[in-house]
């Protein structure tokens, strides 16, 4: 489940935004 992947990411890594794409996960810098 992609959109679980990017909570866990984004749970482990509260410092960036995780966005996920089939196959793919973009870290991006935290806004905020």
Same mark, same amino acid.
């Given at each position: ?6 909570? *866990? ?6 410092? *960036? ?6 196959? *793919? ?8």
């Amino acid at each position: 489940i992609p959109g679980r992947q990017v909570w *866990e990411a984004t749970r482990h890594h509260p410092d *960036e935004f995780v966005q996920g794409v089939p196959g *793919e996960l973009t870290r991006i810098p935290a806004h905020g």
